[in-house]
């Protein structure tokens, strides 16, 4: 394998723009490994261990076109140059929050703790600290990412860059910006952090389940290395279309995507469980929760249950003021009863499952789950003689006699379609994409090295910039107008 020494050097920017693209074979070379990434330094033992909690931190600001000029600034930046408006007077305290864990993480490990974090930061908010001149905040980041006392501690999860809910991203999009967030990062905190990045967090945890979409996305996230997935309990279901069994929660599942062809790709996913309210994480109840599980089976072998949650992390009073408090509190709870290494401890994503297969689990054991309605699908196309017209016609009988069918996803926020009432942000957000591979596909096929052009970086940036989920979150009005003006902006590009 290519050993991260001899590897070109990343820019952080390039062509004005974050380095999202330009070293795919560099990246690639990083990623396809199947090295251990936490046994060589966990400080764990299963033996000793009844339960565990994994906890992640979602972070993101959007790219919005709001400078001085309409210039590509990040909302973050605009908070602190609007502080009058609405809730922007909590940009600092954002800040704060975006950089704390490199405050946090080395208090409690100096006191004798024994912390674990997950983080997944947005694209779109790693460039606004970039451009912000934030270095205290990105220096705090890279103190517990590559300094070799804090690795166990610390989780990175991969990403879409530009927080694109995923079962309306153009599917050819998918993988361009799972690469680009690795090129991001990489360019950040350097190749071996990025070697450490296996498992992934989608935006709004939101998992398609058009049968063509997830295989896709599936496919993608393997190609690019990832070994496992965070789905929302609420977005899966058994093959027979039933939910999980309560107890299923808490060990690993196996995820199975079937595509309109019969093609088949599965991926291991660990369940977060409950809804989205931030008090989950902020008062840190996976731990209590915990504290009532115990071990579990996998096919013949006991392992440690596992409450996994995730939560925005800044966002609302609760991250704000009350988290800071009960992170501390409850790792020095745990330190204080077991040095955090026995009874109730806390696990990161691919800790555990590393763990769990060094002991022996394996995967095909795991608990089969798909993507909610799909059972559906199932059950009036033979999946061993499933073609893409079979399986239309059967989405489109579904769509007009079952009003509980769907084929957009499910995700964290149920309650909001990214879909329904946003024509005007999807039609154009399609049509970017469309032409953005009609003019670059021809070219990429007989010359990878365009990926370095600063035009074809231009271009990408907008076309993933259009796919920010908060233009379809806020309503009409001055958001979408803002995916008005970045669309304008990429379609003259393009045109270019």
């Given amino acids: 394998m290519t050993t991260t020494t001899n590897l070109t050097s990343l820019p952080e920017i390039q062509a004005n723009s974050p380095n999202i693209c330009g070293y795919e074979t560099e990246i690639s070379s990083v990623n396809n490994n199947d090295e251990p990434i936490f046994i060589p330094t966990t400080n764990l033992n299963l033996a000793d261990i009844s339960a565990g909690m994994c906890c ?27 502080p009058q408006s609405g809730d922007n007077h909590n940009a600092e305290p954002f800040a704060w929050c975006y950089s704390r864990m490199g405050e946090f993480i080395p208090q409690l490990v100096a006191e004798g703790c024994n912390p674990r974090i997950m983080l997944d930061y947005s694209g779109n908010l790693l460039w606004g600290l970039q451009q912000m001149g934030r270095e205290d905040i990105l220096n705090n980041l890279k103190k517990i990412t590559c300094e070799s006392q804090y690795q ?97 929660k808490y060990i690993p599942n196996r995820l199975v995507a079937r595509n309109s062809h019969g093609e088949t790709m599965a991926m291991t996913v660990l369940i977060k469980t409950q809804g989205s309210d931030t008090k989950l994480v902020g008062q840190m109840q996976p731990y209590y929760e915990a504290k009532g599980r115990g071990k579990q089976q996998i096919g013949n072998l006991s392992v440690p249950s596992l409450v996994t949650q995730i939560a925005d992390g800044e966002n609302g009073g609760v991250m704000m003021n009350e988290f800071p408090r009960d992170f501390l509190r ?99 957000m399609n049509q970017l994409s469309a032409a ?57 590009l393009l045109k270019d």
């Avoid at 450490?196 to 997830?214: A, I, Q, W, Y």
């Avoid at 599936?218 to 609420?234: D, I, P, T």
């Avoid at 069918?405 to 990214?418: D, I, K, P, R, Y």
């Avoid at 979408?480 to 379609?491: C, D, L, P, V």
Wanted: proline share 6%; glycine share 8%.
């Fill in 436 to 492: 953005f591979h009609q003019k670059y596909d021809p070219i990429l096929a007989h010359d990878p090295g365009i990926t370095k052009d600063a035009k074809y970086q231009q271009a990408l940036l907008y076309n993933l910039l259009l796919q920010t989920s908060c233009f379809r979150y806020w309503g009409q009005g001055t958001w979408t107008e803002y995916a008005r003006t970045i669309f304008q902006k990429g379609e003259a």
């Fill in 152 to 248: 166990p501690h610390v989780e990175w999860l991969g990403t879409m860059w530009s927080h694109a809910v995923i079962p309306s991203t153009p599917i050819p999009d998918l993988k361009l910006h799972i690469q680009a967030w690795q090129h991001h990062f990489a360019a950040i905190f350097g190749y071996d952090a990025l070697k450490r990045v296996k498992g992934f967090s989608p935006p709004e945890m939101h998992l398609p389940n058009h049968p063509d979409t997830l295989f896709e996305y599936l496919k993608a996230l393997k190609e690019c290395g990832y070994r496992w997935l965070m789905v929302q309990e609420n977005s899966v279901e058994r093959l027979d279309g039933s939910s999980l069994p309560h107890d299923d």
């Fill in 330 to 428: 409850v790792w020095r709870e745990i330190g204080a009863e077991s040095g955090g290494k026995s009874g109730v401890v806390g696990f990161n994503g691919t800790e555990y499952l590393e763990l769990i297969e060094a002991a022996g689990a394996d995967a095909q054991n795991y608990p089969i789950c798909q993507a909610v309605n799909q059972h559906k699908i199932w059950a009036k196309v033979d999946p061993d003689n499933a073609t893409p017209e079979k399986v239309s016609d059967a989405i489109a009988q579904l769509n007009e006699s079952d009003p509980n069918f769907h084929m957009e996803g499910a995700s964290w926020t149920n309650h909001l379609s990214w879909v329904k009432g946003y024509e005007n942000v999807l039609e154009p």
């Fill in 56 to 82: 992640a931190l979602h972070m993101h600001q959007p790219t919005i076109p709001a400078g001085a000029n309409g210039e590509l600034i990040s909302n973050l930046q605009y908070m602190f140059e609007h």
